[in-house]
């Protein structure tokens, strides 16, 4: 005799979320052709993100701050943080053997797969610790990777694999160590949050097909540099502080100085963010390999804008590892009134 609960299903609340395994795993099932290499990958970034989460959230007394003394290739003095969380994303996904090469924000040359581990036909790209100049201060920053399809044959990838236009990614997404942990990714259809329970030690869906908002109603440049601006940013970011309740202006000032911050407040909330080229950075600041190109095909997923200023920033043809370009994303209204200003139409 089958014995019925009396007291019925157990109230939602109760009911164990979605895990980002079991949601990868539903989408490898949906997927014709899937092997599990993608789902296997995605178990290992995971673990980087609670492995660097775990330091990030106990950093001053795990004796995480400070600068390591070394320079990276983008000239930039390295915190501590920055190569612990570096180390951990390539030694979480080396051994899995789904990748044939990776490249990091942190090191000059592309990172080869160990000889004595077998390889895959990925290759991952990532920011390893994105805001780094806000680490001691305590304030967010994040972790950015993008995933691609190695275009060669044999048994390691060379840098052909890496030098990828952003529309081609097989997924992308970041971590957030903010006033919660998420983890945000796309595989260019639709976009999903997932917070981390750390009394669990897992992250669980909360944030199913993330859409941005058309428009915004915040600004997030870095208005120390107004004075390098080209002339046409100069008016766009007067126009956006001049009162018109019709087009709801003034804009809110949102500046976090972690592009993962500011992305996602973005991608939350629409508005817009730009780091334009100026004159002290002609080429813009931000990297387009492993922080533009990943949060540009998150946010078109999520209906919205990306842009060198000219360009669709998932068009640009990658020439060099480390690369940078001018970026403005954000809400599509909002990117194309930034964009007619810049172009010269306004
Ligand atoms: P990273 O810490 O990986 O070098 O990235 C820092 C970037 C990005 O996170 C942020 O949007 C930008 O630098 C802020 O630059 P400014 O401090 O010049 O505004
Ligand atoms: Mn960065
Ligand atoms: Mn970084």
């Known amino acids: ?12 609340s109760a009911m164990p979320g979605t895990t980002l395994d079991r949601h990868i ?17 995605f178990q290992q970034i995971s673990l980087a993100a609670k492995l660097i989460n775990s330091r990030v959230r106990q950093a001053g007394l795990a004796g995480m701050l400070g600068l390591t003394g070394q320079t990276n290739v983008q000239g930039e003095h390295v915190q501590k943080l920055d190569e612990y969380a570096n180390n951990v994303m390539i030694r979480s996904t080396e051994a899995g053997g789904h990748l044939c090469l990776m490249a990091s924000e942190e090191d000059d040359e592309v ?8 390889t895959g036909k990925y290759v991952l790209l990532f920011d390893p610790l994105d805001g780094s100049s806000n680490i001691d201060v305590g304030v967010t920053i994040g972790t950015i990777f993008s995933v691609h399809r190695r275009v060669t044959m044999g048994r390691a990838g060379t840098l052909a694999d890496c030098l990828q236009r952003g529309s081609v990614q097989v997924a ?3 971590v957030l160590y903010g006033s919660s942990t998420m983890l945000v990714y796309s595989t260019g259809d639709g976009v999903h949050g997932f917070t981390y329970d750390p009394s669990v030690g897992e992250f669980f869906l909360s944030h199913e097909n993330l859409r941005v908002p058309t ?6 440049v870095n208005e120390g540099n107004t004075s390098r601006w080209s002339d046409g940013m100069k008016r766009w970011v007067d126009w956006l502080k001049e009162e018109d309740s019709e087009t709801h202006r003034p804009y809110g000032a949102r500046y976090v100085g972690s592009l993962v ?25 931000l990297r387009l390999l492993y922080e533009a190109s990943p949060l540009a095909f998150i946010l078109e997923s999520a209906g919205g804008i990306a842009s060198d200023g ?8 990658p020439k060099e590892l480390h690369e940078r370009t001018p970026l403005i ?6 990117v194309n009134i930034a964009l007619d200003f810049l172009q010269g139409r306004r």
């Open 111 to 118: 990172i080869k797969i160990p000889e004595r581990f077998p």
């Open 25 to 41: 795993l539903e989408r490898q099932r949906q997927t014709p052709g899937a092997t599990g290499d993608f789902s296997g990958l």
């Open 310 to 317: 000219t360009r669709r920033i998932l068009d640009i043809q």
């Open 261 to 285: 911050a500011d992305f996602h407040r973005t991608l939350l909330k629409g508005g817009v963010f730009a780091y334009p080229s100026d004159s002290k950075s002609p080429a813009g600041k």
């Open 1 to 12: 005799m089958t014995v019925v609960h009396s007291w019925g299903p157990p109230p939602p």
């Open 329 to 334: 994303l954000g809400s599509r209204d909002d």
């Open 172 to 174: 992308a997404g970041y």
């Open 215 to 220: 428009q915004g109603s915040s600004y997030s």
